[in-house]
C-alpha cells in the first residue's frame, strides 16, 4: 500500500524558511514523480514543485522559482521542499502528491490530476 507522509509545516513570519519532507513507502521509489502542491482557503489546489526521480528532473510553478527547491534522498525515500524568503501569499495546506512512470511526464509534472497518491497535508502559515 502507498503511503505519503508529509511533514514540517509551522508558522513562520515572512522572509523565513521552512523544510517539508515527504516520506514514501509502498511502492518503488526510484520509478516515480512526487510533486508538491498546496491549497489556500476558497482557492484551487495548484501545483508548487515536483520532481521526477527517474529521470532526474524537476519542475517549479513561477511564483516559487529562486525561492523553494525540491531534493530528494533515494537511500530514505523522502523527497523535501526547502522553502525560502517566504511570503503571506505562501500560506496554504502543502500536500505531496506521488505517482509512477511513465505518468512522470515533464508537461504533466505540475497537473494535479496525473497523480494518483496522496499524503495528508501539512500546514504552512506565513505572517507579515
Known amino acids: 500500500q502507498v503511503q505519503l507522509v508529509e511533514s514540517g509545516g509551522g508558522s513562520v513570519q515572512a522572509g523565513g524558511s521552512l523544510r517539508l519532507s515527504c516520506a514514501a513507502s509502498?511502492?518503488?521509489?526510484?520509478?516515480?514523480?512526487i510533486g508538491w502542491f498546496r491549497q489556500a482557503p476558497g482557492k484551487e489546489r495548484e501545483g508548487v514543485a515536483a520532481?521526477?526521480?527517474?529521470?532526474?528532473?524537476?519542475r517549479y510553478v513561477d511564483s516559487v522559482k529562486g525561492r523553494f527547491t525540491i531534493s530528494q534522498d533515494g537511500a530514505k525515500s523522502t523527497v523535501y521542499l526547502q522553502m525560502n524568503s517566504l511570503k503571506p501569499e505562501d500560506t496554504a495546506m502543502y500536500y505531496c502528491?506521488?505517482?509512477?512512470?511513465?505518468?512522470?511526464?515533464?508537461?504533466?509534472?505540475?497537473?494535479?490530476?496525473?497523480?494518483?497518491?496522496w499524503g495528508q497535508g501539512t500546514q504552512v502559515t506565513v505572517s507579515s
Open positions: 520532481i521526477y526521480i527517474g529521470g532526474a528532473f524537476t
Open positions: 509502498g511502492y518503488t521509489y526510484s520509478s516515480n514523480c
Open positions: 502528491a506521488a505517482n509512477q512512470a511513465p505518468a512522470c511526464a515533464y508537461s504533466f509534472l505540475l497537473t494535479r490530476g496525473n497523480y494518483k497518491y
